[in-house]
């Protein structure tokens, strides 16, 4: 490529200070647009100049064989004296006298100036009128300001759009399409035709730009324009005129001044030169064309006589042949100047010329064009009409071939250096692949130059690549970038590359290919090494990177043993590069340690970890920084605490987890993805060691920092939010649990890779419901759990979930769908009769009390007591207090009591449930209740009251502590003592209404409770009296039906609705309101209530006194 630089010639893109005389100010051909390119064109020229062997001639005449293409300008040499050769306009040119030349040209060139600056204010003036007319809708002077500038940018541009300058180009499209907007909106006119002119005009300018070299307000108006011209008003738009038919009227008749304006040129003053028989003698003998085309044949022939005349004329046709085949290549022959060729005649330069003289019109156009865009630093554009040459019949030749390879190079770097990082690349690729075809011929400068410009391209944009995340893309350019180092030996460059993609593949998860590549890379850095203590440095480091990652890829893909054996040779390389109590030594110990403990060799791994931490403590009583990173000093610590935890030393760990909080606190404080993950941690230790009040601010704490980190379908959420339903759930927290299930329940079959197991989800939140007495949903969550349990193979969570959907479906009523459980579960255990097939019987024989079968339920209680096996004892506390409740039942209070105390016996010494004993307790006042031991039931209620009131527990046991207020109620009641019976009962009211809120079941059936002794109270007054006190109960009754009603399940409350509707018909007996008692008689009596119970009995009750009102209202 050298062979077309540092010999610089004179570029036909220049212009001297005579140009503006040659220069038609009407046509403003593509020699107006090409004057104003100087900066660069000379550049462009000198690439060839070293076809011009010959010293060019000082004198001004260049030559007959030096034809000029159309568009240039010839400059004169000052320092001359010899006349001015012909200008290749057709315009005549007087010949200034020597010695004035240069005040001339001074002259003309201050008035050009003073001119363009003229033209240049009017063009921007008359188009920003323009607009204000085209706003305020005056569409006539908008027309005409807008035409005025359209015409001042053509006067300074010239009318050949592949010529303008980006500025010029796209000045005269924004007002084309504000003149589109104007005969648009003009009503007056009709016809759309001019305004559809305008805007594809705009458009075939902009289009003329590629939109990677176009800046984005350009980009707008092209999307402006397109919509512009999708407008039903321009698509239906009357057929244009056809275009005039071709003529050649100006060029047989027309005079010089014609054929300049139109454009005819060289050619056109050729042939009129010839007719008169002796342009070519004028041009020879350096004569004005003017002068010449105006001597007639006669003429001469007067001169010379006829014989040399004839000579004359046959030399003259001669020479006219050789000049229409120089015109007849057109725009082609302007390439000589331009390239330098004008005056060279060499093996090379003719071949050049030979080439660009067989190229189609087209082909010439685009080469000129590129040029062009070249110089306007349109890259994307110049490359575009560059590689549409690439197929052309020019590129046989080797000279044009490096032309084009140095276009493409000088593409290349002016893109580079505009950040087009995208085109620059592609340039240098195919200056590469052009220079690649003459390897033998190319300099190895030049291909050096290109290869390097791609290498640095495809860094550049796989840099670009990965700040976006696009790492396939990444690592093609990497790989490519490779390719090249590698294409010139360069080992240590290319293997830096392939650790990059390796990188890269290990973002997108394809651990095995990094693998490869990686192994690859050790392959070529061992190239030529004998040994490691042989290796150089630079090899060396690489080595160890290369060694580390393909060991993280080995962990990746689970294959621990050769990761194990990738870090056995890893750690003593770097060894002996970093030393041992380096940081990557130290590094490299942890994550071994942590692999160690995956392959289960614990021992190994303490002993590494022990190291560090002692090297750690040491760095730290010395005041100085951590050995290693804060993120493997984490790591440190959770393999400790995962190594304690495998060797079930809980407490180790929990202590771990607590001193990497502290380290997390002080050294990574906004890293709270990290802090979140340590919290969570600690508290599930805490909950497996049953601290559960200090794990659940611990738990609550990750999971409001997970919420705000994470999306609601994150596994590290889900896992969260388990952990603090269950917490809420175990401390009694019934409120909170169902809440935090409830969202739950929601998001869990969403999560991909969920830590927690969805059916272990489900069935705790089963139990959650129906102890809140939620039976549907209880019912919902065992079936969802039953069903996905199935395929997970885990038949000790099957049974269980099958026995808690059996006691589910026992409370709503299914009675035959419980039983066919309970008798499946009983078959299934009774071989190894665990503690789940004693639960099994228990709850068995509750549904057979339920269903009246009291001697069968018995019979299996009294099985369960017999039986041996420690299996049963977590079950016979409650099959102690089934058969008392029995007893009591059958009037055996003796029975029941001492049935009683076993079951206290049972929880007291077997395992101190506070709940069970309090529950117990409270069977037993009632029992005492039975046979009017007043006293020694308020003694046994206070008792349990003393237990409950313990320090910690009135949060916890609130509802047992209500539920021992509604038994001292009963006993006062019972006892005749009404004022005490109806504050305990307000006790317990308000405790749940604060605890459980006012429209919860439980706090609803204590409202019934209350109204019920407001009742009782007001049966002793005066009917005046007791009116208020029977208002007030009738009005909490009625809240209380409502909000049973609205909880939209009529069988779970079918005997409070019963309850209450009973009470409300006793009041209304009481009022006289017998219609309105039958009502809800007849509403009751739809409900099946439980025989010889109190509610039967108050049913009874209502129907005869009922007939009694009937009776009396009748007379």
């Not at 005039?244 to 042939?271: C, F, H, R, S």
């Not at 010449?292 to 046709?317: C, D, M, R, V, Y």
């Not at 409502?1042 to 006793?1066: E, I």
Request: aromatic letters at 6%; a neutral charge.
């Amino acid at each position: 490529m050298s062979k077309f630089k540092n010999k610089i010639g004179r570029s036909g893109y220049a212009s001297g200070d005579d140009a503006s005389d040659v220069i038609s100010e009407l046509s403003h051909d593509e020699t107006a647009s090409l004057t104003s390119n100087t900066s660069k064109s000379s550049a462009f020229r000198s690439r060839m100049s070293r076809f011009g062997k010959k010293k060019r001639k000082k004198e001004g005449a260049s030559g007959s064989g030096s034809t000029p293409s159309v568009g240039s300008a010839s400059k004169t040499n000052s320092k001359s004296t010899t006349p001015t050769a012909a200008s290749t306009s057709a315009r005549p040119q007087a010949v200034s006298p020597p010695g004035s030349v240069s005040s001339a040209s001074r002259r003309s060139k201050h008035s050009n100036q003073s001119e363009e600056k003229r033209l240049q204010k009017d063009a921007k003036s008359r188009f920003n009128i323009g607009l204000v007319y085209l706003k305020t809708g005056d569409y006539s002077k908008a027309q005409d300001n807008l035409e005025h500038s359209l015409y001042c940018h053509v006067q300074l541009a010239g009318h050949n759009p592949k010529m303008y300058t980006n500025q010029s180009l796209y000045q005269i499209a924004s007002v084309r399409e504000k003149l589109g907007d104007c005969y648009l909106g003009n009503t007056a006119v009709v016809d759309k035709c001019l305004a559809l002119d305008h805007f594809e005009e705009a458009k075939r300018l902009l289009d003329s730009v590629h939109p990677e070299d176009a800046p984005d307000n350009v980009k707008e108006m092209l999307e402006r324009v397109d919509e512009k011209l999708k407008l039903p008003e321009l698509s239906h738009s009357g057929v244009r005129k056809k275009p005039p038919p071709v003529t050649k009227k100006y060029e047989m008749q027309g005079n010089d001044k014609a054929k300049k304006t139109l454009g005819i040129g060289v050619a056109a003053v050729a042939v009129g030169g010839a007719a008169a028989g002796g342009a070519a003698a004028a041009a020879n003998n350096n004569a004005p064309v003017g002068a010449a085309a105006a001597t007639s044949p006669t003429q001469a022939n007067g001169k010379k006589g006829l014989k040399g005349g004839f000579e004359k004329f046959g030399h003259n046709i001669e020479k006219f042949g050789k000049e229409v085949a120089g015109v007849g290549l057109g725009i082609k022959s302007g390439f000589e100047e331009i390239l330098g060729l004008e005056d060279s005649d060499d093996e090379n330069a003719s071949g050049l010329r030979a080439s660009i003289s067989n190229m189609h019109d087209e082909e010439a156009e685009a080469l000129k064009i590129a040029i062009s865009h070249i110089q306007r630093d349109n890259h994307r554009t110049a490359l575009n009409h560059l590689l549409s040459l690439k197929e052309c019949e020019a590129m046989q030749n080797w000279a044009f071939r490096a032309l084009m390879a140095d276009y493409m190079m000088q593409v290349a770097d002016s893109a580079m250096e505009s950040s087009k990082t995208g085109v620059a690349v592609e340039s240098y690729e195919e200056a590469l692949a052009i220079l690649k075809q003459d390897e033998d011929t190319s300099e190895e400068e030049d291909l050096s130059k290109a290869r390097k410009g791609c290498i640095k391209g495809h860094k550049m944009i796989a840099i670009d690549c990965e700040g976006f995340g696009d790492f396939r893309s990444a690592i093609e350019q990497r790989k490519r970038a490779c390719e090249l180092l590698e294409s010139e030996n360069k080992v240590v460059p290319a293997c830096h590359q392939l650790i990059s993609i390796a990188y890269n593949l290990g973002k997108v998860d394809e651990y095995d290919k990094s693998s490869v590549i990686l192994s690859d890379v050790c392959r070529k850095l061992f190239k030529g090494v004998t040994s490691l203590d042989y290796m150089p440095s630079d090899r060396l480091h690489l080595l160890v990177k290369a060694y580390h990652m393909r060991a993280i890829c080995f962990t990746k893909m689970a294959k621990w043993k050769p990761a194990l054996d990738q870090y056995d040779e890893l750690i003593p390389l770097v060894a002996k590069e970093s030393g041992r109590g380096s940081l990557d030594y130290m590094s490299l110990t942890i994550r071994k340690a942590a692999l160690l403990v995956t392959l289960k060799n614990y021992a190994a791994a303490t002993e590494l970890l022990r190291n560090y931490f002692q090297m750690a403590d040491i760095n730290d009583g010395a005041g100085n920084e951590l050995i290693v990173g804060p993120d493997d000093h984490s790591l440190a610590l959770d393999t400790s605490a995962a190594i304690d935890l495998k060797l079930g030393k809980v407490d180790d760990a929990i202590t771990t987890f607590e001193k990497k909080l502290a380290f997390l606190e002080e050294h990574l404080p906004q890293d709270k993805e990290m802090k979140s993950d340590a919290m969570h941690k600690l508290g599930c230790l805490l909950s497996y060691k049953k601290n559960h009040e200090e794990a659940l601010p611990l738990l609550q704490s990750a999971l409001d920092t997970r919420k705000f980190l994470f999306d609601g379908r994150n596994k590290f959420l889900i896992e969260s939010s388990w952990a603090v339903a269950a917490t809420n759930q175990t401390l009694g927290d019934t409120d909170k649990a169902l809440a935090d299930y409830e969202i739950l329940l929601e998001k869990i079959d969403l999560v991909e890779d969920s830590p927690i197991n969805s059916v272990v989800v489900h069935n705790s939140a089963g139990k959650l419901f129906f102890e809140d007495g939620k039976i549907e949903a209880a019912v919902s969550s065992f079936t969802k759990a039953l069903e996905g349990v199935e395929s997970q193979g885990d038949d000790a969570l099957k049974k269980n979930i099958m026995l808690n959907l059996a006691n589910a479906l026992a409370a709503k009523g299914e009675i035959d769908g419980a039983f066919d459980l309970y008798e499946d579960l009983e078959r299934m255990g009774k071989r190894k009769r665990t503690q789940l097939y004693y639960f099994t019987l228990y709850n068995k024989s509750l549904l057979l009390i339920k269903v009246g079968e009291k001697e069968q339920a018995k019979d299996i209680l009294n099985d369960i007591i017999e039986t041996r096996s420690s299996k049963a004892d977590d079950t016979k506390g409650n099959v102690y207090i089934t058969l008392g409740i029995l007893s009591v039942e059958e009037k055996k209070i003796e029975s029941g009591l001492n049935y009683y105390e076993d079951a206290l016996a049972m929880f007291v010494d077997e395992r101190y449930d506070i709940s069970s004993i309090t529950q117990t307790k409270k069977l037993m006042a009632m029992a005492y209740l039975e046979t009017k031991k007043y006293d020694v039931a308020i003694t046994i209620l206070e008792d349990a009251l003393t237990e409950l009131s313990q320090p910690g527990m009135e949060r916890k046991f609130y509802q047992r502590k209500a539920e021992v207020w509604n038994c001292m109620s009963k006993v006062y009641q019972r006892r005749g003592d009404q004022s005490s019976a109806k504050n305990f009962a307000k006790l317990a009211l308000q405790t749940y209404k604060s605890e459980l809120g006012e429209r919860h079941p439980i706090t609803l059936r204590n409202v019934s409770n209350v109204s019920v002794l407001l009742l009782e109270e007001a049966e002793g007054l005066t009917k005046s009296e007791a009116k208020s006190i029977i208002d007030a109960a009738k009005f909490e009754m009625e809240g209380a039906l409502g909000a049973f009603l609205s909880l939209n399940d009529s069988w779970a409350y079918r005997f409070d609705v019963a309850s209450l509707k009973t009470n409300l018909g006793l009041v209304a007996v009481w009022q006289g309101k017998p219609k309105k008692a039958r009502k809800l008689l007849k509403q009751i009596e739809g409900i099946e209530v439980l025989a010889d119970s109190v509610l039967e009995k108050r049913i009874a009750t209502l129907k005869v006194l009922l007939e009694k009102l009937e009776k009396e209202k009748e007379k």
